[in-house]
């Protein structure tokens, strides 16, 4: 089972972006396995799908509110998994996460999948 790290996060105010990086810590396991979604939990919110990419790289697909501003990728031969985040706003403020999905429904994460990382806070001010 992957064991995802997050990092990138950082406070900016609204308009600016940031990159943010999904790793994996287990060596014997790689994301370019799964299909990977990012999540995303504001405080007292529950957590919510934001973005995801299959195995392929392509068909990516993403919450209707950050459709237009946001993009996942892959780069080939790498086991990471990037989310490019532009024109952030308020709204966007959160602990990002990623986790391997079910390829049938992105938005669900792997049944056995326990190894949430310890995300990666997101904060933009108005």
């Known amino acids: 089972q992957v064991q995802p790290v997050e990092s990138g996060g950082g406070l900016v105010q609204a308009g600016d972006s940031l990159r943010l990086s999904c790793t994996n810590s287990k060596e014997t396991e790689s994301l370019r396995i799964h299909t990977i979604s990012w999540f995303r939990q504001a405080p007292g919110k529950e957590r919510e799908f934001v973005a995801a990419?299959?195995?392929?790289?392509?068909?990516?697909r993403y919450a209707d509110s950050v459709k237009g501003r946001f993009t996942i990728s892959r780069q080939r031969g790498e086991n990471t998994v990037f989310l490019q985040m532009n024109d952030l706003k308020p709204e966007d403020t959160g602990i990002y996460y990623c986790?391997?999905?079910?390829?049938?429904?992105?938005?669900?994460?792997?049944?056995?999948?326990?190894?949430w990382g310890q995300g990666t806070q997101v904060t933009v001010s108005s």
């Open positions: 986790a391997p999905v079910d390829y049938r429904d992105y938005e669900r994460p792997l049944d056995d999948f326990n190894s």
């Open positions: 990419i299959p195995r392929s790289g392509n068909t990516q």
